[in-house]
């Protein structure tokens, strides 16, 4: 039976932040700066690269504005970094980064450990942020954690992530990006969340951020397809896992993802070739090999 695919589909990776933020070794600076110019030869064209937060928290991306800083822009990328607060978005203006991402979570047991904050408080936090940076002519792009559930309270009422989703797209995002946070969901759920979503949201305002813990990922990538979703987050290698989600996973792996779509005629614009030899750099500057199928083979067939 044949599917109504879309003809193309838009990646966006966030290896560098997501996927490094939870790495326990420290990848050196020279090195992400290197690993992103790398990444932006590859024809992705959006690469989320750090996140300006408090380097008590994530001592891993301690280096934001250096590598903000230190990378070589490629024309038609949008350079990105995950932005808390009034604070950690000065310093992304102060990298000129074109575009900046606030998050929360869709339910309070993961928001108070996440931002310290309830969810009805971190509104106005946020909405500050969206505010300053559309002044300074950035794009701004929302993150919605545990979507589909949460390491503390279980199932995610719908109702609830709906009610958070539109109170993040009033603030001015212009996408919201939808998280599988401990990697719970399967396609059935993605489905009746996006029928429920879809109601009132355009499929052009969301994009799916899938994690790999239990192997759901492109299953539910490919639920998403079918409901016309469009925009995928991905880190490369997958990379990743989410500090306050215990048991949290890699993120869905782009170079799994590339070969999926690829092979269904599915057009990204994304060199696989270019984006195998970014993966195996990571790979041996982080010292592991990293959980990625496509990765896996690539390497079994050079040693075998």
């Known amino acids: 039976m044949s599917k109504n695919w879309p003809a193309s589909v838009t990646i966006k990776e966030v290896g560098p932040?997501?996927?490094?933020?939870?790495?326990?070794?420290?990848?050196?600076?020279?090195d992400k700066i290197a690993w992103i110019n790398h990444l932006s030869q590859t024809g992705l064209k959006h690469i989320e690269i750090t996140s300006f937060v408090n380097p008590k928290w994530i001592p891993a991306l301690a280096d934001a504005l250096e590598v903000a800083q230190g990378i070589a822009r490629a024309d038609g990328v949008t350079y990105s970094a995950l932005v808390p607060n009034l604070r950690g978005l000065q310093g992304a203006l102060q990298a000129n980064l074109d575009e900046v991402a606030v998050f929360m979570s869709s339910t309070e047991m993961h928001n108070k450990k996440n931002i310290n904050k309830s969810i009805d408080e971190t509104f106005p936090v946020l909405q500050e942020v969206v505010d300053e940076a559309l002044k300074a002519g950035k794009i701004v792009r929302g993150y919605l954690s545990t979507v589909f559930g949460c390491p503390y309270e279980g199932a995610t009422d719908v109702k609830q992530v709906l009610y958070v989703s539109e109170k993040l797209l009033e603030m001015g995002i212009h996408e919201l990006s939808l998280g599988d946070t401990i990697g719970v969901a399967n396609p059935r759920q993605v489905q009746e969340v996006l029928e429920v979503l879809l109601k009132t949201i355009p499929a052009d305002k969301?994009?799916?951020?899938?994690?790999?813990?239990?192997?759901?990922?492109?299953?539910?990538?490919?639920?998403?397809?079918?409901?016309?979703?469009?925009?995928?987050?991905?880190?490369?290698?997958?990379?990743?896992?989410?500090p306050y989600a215990p048991g949290a996973s890699g993120n869905l792996a782009t170079d799994d993802l590339l070969y999926m779509l690829h092979g269904?005629?599915?057009?990204?614009?994304?060199?696989?070739?270019?984006?195998?030899?970014?993966?195996?750099?990571?790979?041996?500057?982080?010292?592991?090999?990293?959980?990625?199928?496509?990765?896996q083979a690539a390497t079994a067939v050079c040693e075998s």
């Not at 079918?226 to 290698?237: C, K, P, V």
């Not at 195996?280 to 990625?292: A, T």
Request: with cysteine; glycine share 14%; hydrophobic share 40%.
């Open 206 to 242: 969301m994009a799916m951020h899938f994690h790999d813990t239990r192997g759901t990922a492109m299953a539910n990538v490919l639920a998403s397809l079918e409901m016309g979703i469009t925009t995928f987050d991905g880190a490369l290698g997958g990379l990743g896992g989410c």
């Open 264 to 295: 269904m005629g599915i057009a990204t614009g994304v060199d696989n070739a270019r984006m195998m030899e970014a993966a195996k750099f990571i790979q041996d500057k982080i010292g592991r090999p990293l959980p990625s199928h496509a990765l």
């Open 17 to 30: 932040r997501d996927g490094l933020q939870n790495e326990k070794g420290i990848v050196k600076t020279e």
